[in-house]
């Protein structure tokens, strides 16, 4: 037999064999997902371009090339390109793995997801039909002149849009995540009464307590923040003038994992632009721009269905917001272009959902069978409200776009798509309900007694990561820290921390429209103290 010594150290060979091949394993699809990029071709040209500079040595030439890269700042480039891909991407994996399963890997979540997806496409042709609009059109030729004309104006323009209702909102999605049941779970069986207070009723392992302070540890109450103004050991200028310093040397050192990390004490108003398109690898280059207006001249060309539903989105949130009025032209501008950019696709590879097809002609026949819209993804009541707070930072629309593009494929898909991912909406409404039940049991039961659920309530803010209730300015120290953590976990944070700060309002209402009204206005809330306190003041 074996002794235990020679055991553990064929167990350790074992092991490192494991690591070693999945390390290959993930080194060859990162190249593999970069080669063809844009930043693929830029670097092979600066590579040969380099090859006629004297100091470059045959006997060297290796070494010579790769001193090259770095100097001109391109090897600062490919490792902000390789950290997007190991955020963004699909996991990686050295198993063979069934694309569904990278996905999601619960079966009866992909068959609620599917479920979904049949009933908003049934939604959105229901309404092509009984409207006489098609889905898509080509526009004719004065048409496409007037808007190219006025694509800077398009908010003055009125349609007639009180036939078109938006395809859902999320309350309607709600219903289905209420619905959702583990078909291998014995709901019988009651771990503790307290576990089925809520409205979602699923197994999944989600933060408590005390992980979340481990995990968000510098936002304790002895750390400095942006977005608090009673700091513990420096006064908040001194503090903020220094952490404006450290700021400045970050963007100038252009490293994506440096300024994720810089994030997490928050980003200056002045450097937050240039702090967040870093972390997301989010460039605005001439190919960027080249882009953009592809997909701007796609929206002139063909006027499509969904066109109506961004349109009677903006007027029914953003162009009624105090905050977001202004930026109605905009908003049009990068909805319309997002909706005709098949780049989107590509994050259906780790998204839960599948873009949905329709007829556009040749109905019935498979093989006529398109995307639709072309990124897959149909806007529903409150979308702006991901692009609005971007506008206060970005005036360029096509950095704007770059942007919330990869806003979109990082984090806001999460919100609107049925999985198990620890950051999406199903994971945030479990961890919301099981903060706030530790957290405030007699509140959690005080409400769910009078039929007013505390996730019905918060359910609306968490869907939109806040935007739309916050003021813009605790609104963005808010994303600052989703980015800054690359999670959206502290949004479930937030919406505890919510009900904490109202509870005693709370405890005195009898019914859902009264526990409505006292959260019915966060405009004036600090976010930043109210998550700490939340997460580290009991802990003090």
Not at 385 to 393: E, G, N, R, S
Not at 482 to 500: H, N, P
Request: with cysteine; charged share 20%.
């Amino acid at each position: 037999m074996m002794d235990g010594r020679k055991e553990r150290e064929l167990s350790a060979e074992m092991i490192d064999g494991g690591t070693e091949r999945e390390l290959s394993a993930t080194i060859a699809q990162l190249v593999q997902r970069l080669k063809g990029s844009h930043l693929h071709s830029q670097l092979e040209r600066r590579a040969k371009d380099c090859l006629h500079q004297p100091e470059i040595k045959l006997e060297s030439l290796k070494e010579d090339v790769r001193h090259f890269l770095r100097v001109s700042g391109w090897e600062k480039k490919l490792h902000n390109a390789v950290y997007r891909e190991m955020h963004v991407q699909a996991p990686l994996s050295h198993l063979p793995t069934p694309p569904e399963h990278r996905k999601e890997p619960l079966l009866y979540m992909r068959s609620a997801q599917a479920s979904w997806e049949r009933r908003v496409l049934k939604s959105l042709s229901s309404m092509s039909s009984e409207l006489g609009v098609p889905l898509a059109r080509k526009r004719p030729a004065a048409e496409q002149k007037e808007l190219a004309n006025k694509w800077n104006e398009m908010s003055t323009d009125e349609p007639d849009l009180s036939q078109f209702r938006p395809v859902y909102a999320p309350k309607d999605f709600l219903e289905v995540l209420i619905g959702l049941r583990n078909p291998n779970h014995d709901h019988s069986e009651q771990v503790s009464t307290r576990s089925h207070w809520g409205l979602i009723q699923l197994p999944l392992s989600v933060r408590d307590v005390v992980q979340m302070r481990e995990m968000y540890s510098e936002l304790g109450l002895t750390s400095g923040q942006l977005g608090i103004d009673d700091q513990a050991n420096l006064h908040p200028d001194v503090f903020e003038s220094q952490h404006v310093e450290v700021g400045k040397k970050v963007v100038l050192d252009q490293d994506s994992a440096a300024a994720q990390q810089y994030s997490r004490q928050g980003c200056p108003m002045g450097l937050r632009a240039d702090l967040w398109a870093l972390i997301l690898n989010a460039t605005n280059q001439a190919q960027d721009m080249m882009h953009y207006e592809q997909l701007k001249a796609g929206v002139i060309q063909h006027d499509m269905l969904v066109d109506n539903l961004i349109y009677k989105d903006v007027k029914l949130t953003a162009s009624n917001d105090d905050y977001y009025f202004v930026f109605e032209d905009f908003l049009y501008q990068v909805l319309m272009c997002f909706s005709r950019d098949t780049a989107i696709l590509e994050h259906f590879m780790y998204n839960s959902a599948s873009p949905p097809k329709s007829f556009i002609q040749g109905k019935g026949q498979e093989e006529c069978a398109v995307v639709y819209p072309p990124n897959g993804v149909i806007p529903f009541h409150g979308f702006s409200m991901y692009v609005a707070p971007l506008c206060f930072l970005y005036n360029s629309p096509s950095e704007l776009y770059s942007v919330f593009r990869e806003m979109y494929v990082r984090y806001f898909f999460r919100l609107h798509s049925v999985s198990s991912s620890p950051s999406g909406i199903v994971s945030l409404c479990l961890q919301f309900e099981r903060l706030l039940q530790a957290h405030l049991p007699q509140l959690f039961y005080h409400l769910r007694q009078i039929g007013a659920q505390p996730l019905r309530i918060a359910f609306k803010w968490m869907v939109r990561a806040f935007s739309g209730y916050l003021s813009t300015d605790q609104l963005l120290l808010l994303w600052d820290r989703i980015l800054a953590y690359d999670s959206l976990e502290i949004v479930a944070v937030l919406a505890a921390a919510v009900f904490a700060f109202r509870s005693d309002n709370l405890m005195e209402v009898t019914s859902l429209a009264s526990a409505e009204a006292v959260l019915a206005d966060l405009s004036t809330l600090k976010v930043m103290p109210l998550i700490q306190i939340f997460l580290f003041a009991s802990a003090a």
